[in-house]
């Protein structure tokens, strides 16, 4: 028995050295036609398959992958490399499709400090572009990301130390007669890359083709960079790395050649690896024996089921016209929301709004959870702007947004599609205490800083301005990790032809209404201000904007106590004294500030950010001399201020 092990563990020991002495015929280069032995470096739920397939992510939500060759390679200020991989990226869904994979050269082989989803597993949320970061990486992007100016959902990018690419391309390739062709990243198709680098030009080339064909003769990108300017150490390491979202994708790398000086060695493509079937398991035996039988049955069946069908024509009716095919991968089917809320079953109910329900779903084939709100229109009217709409507000990304993933129109209803938020909404946190404890002071704050963060972008950091117009508690949405995260925003032309039980004309809720608004019914970013100065003060003391029994107004009776001496007398009693005193302090004297009366008083969202973030200091105000026109407010009329007030301000 002993000796039998010993004889096994020589003869392994005998296959490792084998293998180890096979990589060292050159430092400078490798090549792997599958990975079956291959003794890569992973971390995250990167694993190489029986069969020697390399799967970065797994399929399911919100994971890493890297892999890397396990020893680190000779590189210096001059040397060039060569690069060829094969890959393939699997979508259950191909609207929505989860983040990409990307080639990697780096310093270190430690990305442990990085994050899944949009960053790829290259960076963190807080260190994009960072010089420190020693990493140039081609990605292989099949989402759309704002955050980083990404070009489109199917491309290819260069980047340096962070994820806003050097120089990105569709994917594709071009002929020789110099027509590009299209090519579907997450088709699932088996497609090879070469990324070369040129130690003298400084010039890197990366092209993309299907399997079986050779090196484009033009490359899809190019770009020149002093890569010995980003990897300063002597030896660098090489890999992969990829990330799922809310979406999942599956990547897998079938081979991969290295060459340090010299070209990429050739990939055996005989030897790769097959792809495991897209979905399911293979049929059984029993199945085919089976088949038969079940033919007859379908034959008697299929009378039945022409009469369900036409029923279920008519169940799933949806409306679609020829101008929103341009609007295609954001448009939902309604069988698909149908089956993904059960049938909109009371039970997946989530919520009831303003202007209708909200039901949790999970889409079917890719097992996103989605929030479904139904709306009821009737007007044809300025659908098609208003879809329009949709779709753009559909681009805004942003990590203190609900992302708004498409919609589905039927004869009188529309359905919008949102990203879930498996912790609802904040409203529930400040006052139903028997359903949601209640949150500390730092959740509250991280709370109030996501959601300026969030409306800053509206404001500011999108390529048009993007009004909020009713923020509020039940507009903020927290999601696995308490952050808040802004719903319903950008919403406004539809909501201006609609109107439901807890607004008033002018779009948004009493309370959170700038009193301007009143006069000139015209929504501006500091109209969104005032209402974010109104939810400031709501989280930080728990309390309504307006008392419903004393009809008193929070802000007035903030400001009350903060003339009386005892501002933190204003700060929620079921925080039991358990916060940071200066930190609520400033909330208060910021929620004041941003919902004061006057236009002119309030600060931007950019400076409110930079008060939250301690990098100034909010102006000196003088409770004696602040005021509050609560009747105006109250009433929601047009607010008169006596010349003297205006002229201490
Ligand atoms: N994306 C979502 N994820 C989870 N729950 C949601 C989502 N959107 C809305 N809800 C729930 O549905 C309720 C109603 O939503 P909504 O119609 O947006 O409210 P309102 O019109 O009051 O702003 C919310 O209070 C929340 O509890
Ligand atoms: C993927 O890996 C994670 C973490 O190891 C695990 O929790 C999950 O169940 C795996 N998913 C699948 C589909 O195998
Ligand atoms: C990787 O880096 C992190 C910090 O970024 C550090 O905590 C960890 O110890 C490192 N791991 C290894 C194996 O070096
Ligand atoms: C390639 O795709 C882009 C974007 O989807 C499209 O604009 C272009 O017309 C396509 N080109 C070809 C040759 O199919
Ligand atoms: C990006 O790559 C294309 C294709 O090689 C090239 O024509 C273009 O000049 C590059 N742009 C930049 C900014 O390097
Ligand atoms: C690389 O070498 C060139 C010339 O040989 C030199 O100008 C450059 O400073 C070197 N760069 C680094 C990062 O060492």
Same mark, same amino acid.
């Given at each position: 028995?002993?000796?039998?092990? =010993?004889?096994?563990?020589?003869?392994?020991?005998?296959?490792?050295?084998?293998? $180890?002495?096979?990589?060292?015929?050159?430092?400078?280069?490798?090549?792997?036609?599958?990975? +079956?032995?291959?003794?890569?470096?992973?971390? %995250? &739920?990167?694993?190489?398959?029986?069969? %020697?397939?390399?799967?970065?992510?797994?399929?399911?939500?919100?994971?890493?992958?890297?892999?890397?060759?396990?020893?680190?390679?000779?590189?210096?200020?001059?040397?060039?490399?060569?690069?060829?991989?094969?890959?393939?990226?699997?979508?259950?869904?191909?609207?929505?499709?989860?983040?990409?994979?990307?080639?990697?050269? @780096?310093?270190? /082989?430690?990305?442990?400090?990085?994050?899944?989803?949009?960053?790829?597993?290259?960076?963190?949320?807080?260190?994009?572009?960072?010089?420190?970061?020693?990493?140039?990486?081609?990605?292989?992007?099949?989402?759309? /990301?704002?955050?980083?100016?990404?070009?489109?959902?199917?491309?290819? %990018?260069?980047? #340096?130390?962070?994820?806003?690419?050097?120089?990105?391309?569709?994917?594709?390739?071009?002929?020789?007669?110099?027509?590009?062709?299209?090519?579907?990243? @997450?088709?699932?198709?088996?497609?090879?890359?070469?990324?070369?680098?040129?130690?003298?030009?400084?010039?890197?080339?990366?092209?993309?083709? *299907?399997?079986?064909? @050779?090196?484009?003769?033009?490359?899809?990108?190019?770009? +020149?960079?002093?890569?010995?300017?980003?990897?300063?150490?002597?030896?660098?390491? &090489?890999?992969?790395?990829?990330?799922?979202?809310?979406?999942?994708?599956?990547?897998?790398?079938?081979?991969?050649?290295?060459? #340090?000086?010299?070209?990429? *060695?050739? #990939?055996? #493509? +005989?030897?790769?690896?097959?792809?495991?079937?897209?979905?399911?398991?293979?049929?059984?035996?029993?199945?085919?024996?089976?088949?038969?039988?079940?033919?007859?049955?379908?034959?008697?069946?299929?009378?039945?089921?022409?009469?369900?069908?036409?029923?279920?024509?008519?169940?799933?009716?949806?409306?679609?016209?020829?101008?929103?095919?341009?609007?295609?991968?954001?448009?939902?089917?309604?069988?698909? $929301?149908?089956?993904?809320?059960?049938?909109?079953?009371?039970?997946?109910?989530?919520?009831?709004?303003?202007?209708?329900?909200?039901?949790?779903?999970?889409?079917?084939?890719?097992?996103?959870?989605?929030?479904?709100?139904?709306?009821?229109?009737?007007?044809?009217?300025?659908?098609?702007?208003?879809?329009?709409?949709?779709?753009?507000?559909?681009?805004?990304?942003?990590?203190?947004?609900?992302?708004?993933?498409?919609?589905?129109?039927?004869?009188?209803?529309?359905?919008?599609?949102?990203?879930?938020?498996?912790?609802?909404?904040?409203?529930?946190?400040?006052?139903?205490?028997?359903?949601?404890?209640?949150?500390?002071?730092?959740?509250?704050?991280?709370?109030?800083?996501?959601?300026?963060?969030?409306?800053?972008?509206?404001?500011?950091?999108?390529?048009?301005?993007?009004?909020?117009?009713?923020?509020?508690?039940?507009?903020?949405?927290?999601?696995?990790?308490?952050? %808040?995260?802004?719903?319903?925003?950008?919403?406004?032309?539809?909501?201006?032809?609609?109107?439901?039980?807890?607004?008033?004309?002018?779009?948004?809720?009493?309370?959170?209404?700038?009193?301007?608004?009143?006069?000139?019914? =015209?929504?501006?970013?500091?109209?969104?201000?005032?209402?974010?100065?109104?939810?400031?003060?709501?989280?930080?003391?728990?309390?309504?904007?307006?008392?419903?029994?004393?009809?008193?107004?929070?802000?007035?009776?903030?400001?009350?106590?903060?003339?009386?001496?005892?501002?933190?007398?204003? &700060?929620?009693?079921?925080?039991?004294?358990?916060?940071?005193?200066?930190?609520?302090?400033?909330?208060?004297?910021?929620?004041?500030?941003?919902?004061?009366?006057? &236009?002119?008083?309030? *600060?931007?969202?950019?400076?409110?950010?930079?008060?939250? /973030?301690?990098?100034?200091?909010?102006?000196?105000?003088?409770?004696?001399?602040?005021?509050?026109?609560?009747?105006?407010?109250?009433?929601?009329?047009?607010?008169?201020?006596?010349?003297?007030?205006?002229?201490?301000?």
């Amino acid at each position: 028995m002993s000796s039998s092990m =010993k004889r096994l563990s020589s003869l392994l020991f005998f296959v490792v050295l084998n293998h $180890l002495s096979e990589l060292a015929t050159g430092q400078d280069e490798f090549v792997y036609s599958g990975f +079956t032995g291959a003794d890569l470096t992973l971390d %995250g &739920v990167a694993t190489v398959t029986p069969n %020697g397939l390399l799967e970065l992510t797994n399929g399911s939500f919100r994971l890493r992958g890297h892999a890397f060759h396990p020893t680190p390679i000779r590189f210096g200020n001059g040397s060039s490399f060569a690069v060829s991989y094969l890959f393939a990226i699997y979508c259950a869904d191909s609207n929505l499709c989860g983040h990409g994979m990307s080639f990697l050269v @780096a310093a270190s /082989n430690n990305f442990s400090d990085t994050m899944p989803t949009q960053y790829l597993g290259l960076i963190n949320d807080r260190n994009n572009g960072y010089a420190t970061n020693r990493f140039f990486a081609v990605e292989l992007d099949t989402n759309w /990301n704002d955050e980083f100016r990404d070009i489109d959902n199917n491309h290819v %990018g260069i980047d #340096i130390n962070g994820l806003v690419s050097v120089n990105s391309s569709s994917a594709g390739y071009y002929h020789d007669d110099g027509n590009f062709q299209n090519l579907t990243l @997450a088709s699932y198709q088996v497609m090879q890359v070469w990324v070369e680098y040129d130690g003298d030009s400084k010039k890197i080339d990366v092209s993309l083709a *299907p399997i079986h064909m @050779a090196k484009p003769s033009t490359p899809l990108l190019s770009t +020149t960079y002093n890569l010995a300017t980003v990897l300063t150490e002597d030896m660098i390491y &090489v890999g992969f790395s990829a990330s799922t979202g809310s979406f999942i994708s599956r990547q897998y790398v079938l081979g991969w050649s290295l060459g #340090i000086n010299r070209p990429a *060695p050739a #990939i055996d #493509i +005989t030897k790769l690896p097959k792809l495991p079937r897209e979905g399911s398991k293979p049929r059984s035996k029993v199945l085919k024996i089976l088949l038969p039988i079940l033919t007859a049955a379908f034959v008697l069946v299929l009378g039945t089921t022409i009469i369900l069908l036409v029923r279920r024509r008519l169940r799933y009716a949806e409306l679609r016209e020829d101008w929103e095919t341009e609007f295609g991968p954001h448009r939902f089917s309604y069988k698909d $929301l149908f089956h993904a809320t059960r049938g909109f079953k009371s039970k997946n109910l989530l919520g009831v709004g303003g202007f209708g329900k909200v039901y949790k779903g999970v889409l079917p084939k890719s097992r996103v959870e989605i929030a479904v709100k139904r709306i009821s229109h009737d007007s044809k009217q300025g659908m098609k702007e208003f879809i329009a709409e949709v779709v753009s507000i559909g681009h805004l990304q942003h990590r203190n947004l609900v992302q708004l993933h498409g919609y589905c129109r039927r004869k009188t209803e529309l359905l919008l599609v949102y990203e879930y938020m498996s912790n609802g909404s904040l409203d529930k946190y400040l006052y139903d205490q028997d359903e949601k404890p209640t949150l500390t002071w730092a959740q509250r704050y991280k709370i109030i800083k996501g959601i300026a963060s969030g409306l800053l972008y509206l404001h500011e950091e999108w390529e048009k301005v993007v009004l909020h117009r009713d923020i509020k508690p039940s507009n903020v949405l927290l999601d696995d990790e308490l952050n %808040g995260r802004l719903g319903d925003f950008g919403l406004a032309r539809l909501y201006d032809h609609e109107t439901g039980p807890q607004t008033t004309h002018v779009v948004g809720t009493i309370g959170y209404l700038a009193p301007e608004l009143a006069r000139t019914n =015209k929504a501006t970013p500091l109209s969104d201000v005032f209402s974010f100065g109104m939810f400031v003060l709501e989280v930080t003391c728990g309390r309504k904007p307006i008392d419903p029994t004393s009809q008193l107004m929070l802000a007035q009776w903030v400001l009350h106590n903060w003339q009386q001496g005892f501002l933190t007398d204003a &700060v929620d009693t079921k925080l039991q004294g358990d916060y940071n005193v200066d930190e609520a302090c400033l909330a208060l004297k910021l929620g004041l500030l941003s919902s004061h009366p006057l &236009v002119n008083l309030r *600060p931007s969202m950019r400076q409110v950010m930079q008060y939250l /973030n301690g990098d100034m200091a909010p102006p000196d105000l003088n409770p004696t001399h602040m005021s509050f026109n609560i009747i105006s407010l109250m009433q929601n009329k047009v607010s008169i201020y006596s010349d003297n007030e205006l002229a201490s301000q």
